[in-house]
């Protein structure tokens, strides 16, 4: 039977760091809130969380990634709401941001999950950063907790590879019977358990 892996959604002795956009600080501050709130209800301290405010969705790759880079977070959430306008500038601004994000944790190791919401209007970005659809910030938050532990797994077998199984060959047998003129044994192959 397969073995089946799923991360404890467990933050006790974790450190976070939170990254929020103040741009439409009105939505990112609510799914900042929320971020928090999942981690201490599960396990988190205070003291074990950073939040950083950065000018806005577009900046927020490079400080997840410079943080992800210090080796003091387990995880690092980047949080942003990004309202569709008349152009497509929110398009790129989304875009980039969700791909630097991505970038970071794949760079790192340190899982850095998605909490950017782009929204078509008003009622969406409401209604993904704490009432009808949940809060953005919170499901953000619940995936690290998940990746670091799943990440924390693999880390551990990473730890318990040892040299791969060698096959050794006693050699003394043969080198007998060709001294003596006979022909060798058959050869007993004995291979080293890991």
């Known amino acids: 039977m397969p073995q089946e892996v799923s991360g404890a959604l467990d933050a006790t002795d974790r450190a976070f760091a939170i990254v929020v956009a103040r741009f439409n600080e009105f939505y990112t501050r609510k799914l900042m809130e929320g971020a ?60 980039e941001a969700v791909h630097g994000i991505a970038a970071a944790a794949l760079a790192t190791g340190v899982p850095c999950p998605l909490g950017i919401v782009s929204a078509e209007t008003t009622e969406q970005a409401i209604e993904r950063c704490g009432s009808k659809q949940g809060n953005r910030g919170w499901d953000a938050a619940m995936a690290a907790l998940e990746m670091v532990n799943v990440v924390g797994w693999i880390k551990s077998l990473e730890s318990r590879v040892s040299d791969p199984p060698v096959t050794t060959v006693d050699a003394a047998p043969a080198a007998r019977a060709a001294a003596a003129g006979k022909a060798a044994p058959r050869r007993r192959v004995r291979k080293r358990s890991r």
């Open 36 to 95: 928090v709130d999942a981690l201490l209800r599960h396990g988190a301290d205070e003291d074990d969380l950073a939040i950083v405010w950065v000018p806005g969705a577009f900046e927020l790759p490079l400080a997840v990634r410079r943080l992800a880079e210090t080796g003091r977070f387990d995880a690092v959430i980047g949080l942003g709401l990004v309202l569709k306008g008349d152009t497509a500038h929110h398009e790129v601004v989304t875009s």
